[in-house]
């Protein structure tokens, strides 16, 4: 079955450091694009960032330094490291395969709060 | 890096046809293909089904349809059913690899 499970989410105080997993089945990361997409409490999605088959990386401005995208191929699975945590960065997040979000997981809950 | 423009809410009745607009600029999704719908049922993950301003996945109603003109793109549901009844995003390539979504729309099936 094609699907994507994250993990790794949960309660962190503000500027703490969280990673995220993303992982997949039925299909290769190596050779596709895999985004985070993330949902605050009763809003809109937000684009966070894009790894590509070729392993370049890009994010929303609003990152500014602090999350990086990862893979492991072996592991067929997508990462997000997040540091020095705010509180706006609460949300639900997603992973999603490809330039279209064809494929989404079922999220993992970050929470920031002291 | 601002969203695209979306209604806050549409409704129609069952059996009607209502149509989602979604608004961007000339260089985000008036500069691209790269514009897809998806649609989140209440605590639950989006589904992709719009891609490409127009084409339909694999297992998405004909009831969905999509189209572009200029900067705005529209998601048409005809012949609308309860289960449509969900939140709607927009997304679109926004260039130097970046995407964005739009802020959402609530259907009402009424």
């Known amino acids: 079955e094609v699907q994507l499970v994250e993990s790794g989410g949960g309660l962190i105080h503000p500027g703490g450091s969280l990673r995220l997993s993303c992982a997949a089945s039925?299909?290769?990361?190596?050779?596709?694009?895999m985004n985070w997409v993330r949902q605050a409490p009763g809003k809109g999605l937000e684009w966070v960032s894009v790894?590509?088959?070729?392993?370049?990386?890009y994010y929303a401005d609003f990152v500014q330094g602090r999350f990086t995208i990862s893979r492991d191929n072996s592991k067929n699975t997508v990462y997000l490291e997040m540091n020095a945590l705010r509180a706006e960065d609460a949300a639900m997040y997603y992973c999603?395969?490809?330039?279209?979000?064809?494929?989404w997981g079922r999220g993992t809950l970050v929470t920031v709060s002291s | 890096q601002s969203a695209l423009t979306q209604p806050a809410s549409v409704s129609g009745s069952p059996g009607q046809s209502i149509t989602i607009s979604c608004t961007g600029t000339?260089?985000?999704?008036?500069?691209?293909?790269?514009v897809s719908w998806h649609q989140q049922h209440p605590g639950k993950a989006p589904k992709l089904v719009i891609f490409?301003?127009?084409k339909r996945p694999s297992g998405v109603s004909n009831r969905f349809s999509g189209s572009k003109s200029g900067n705005t793109a529209s998601l048409t549901i005809s012949g609308l059913q309860a289960e449509d009844e969900a939140d709607y995003y927009c997304?679109?390539?926004?260039?130097?690899?970046?995407?964005?979504f739009g802020g959402g729309t609530k259907l009402t099936v009424l």
């Open positions: 999603a395969r490809d330039t279209m979000f064809d494929l």
């Open positions: 039925g299909f290769s990361v190596s050779v596709s694009y």
């Open positions: 790894i590509y088959s070729a392993g370049t990386t």
């Open positions: 000339s260089s985000d999704l008036g500069a691209y293909i790269y």
């Open positions: 490409d301003v127009s």
């Open positions: 997304s679109s390539y926004r260039g130097t690899n970046v995407w964005v």
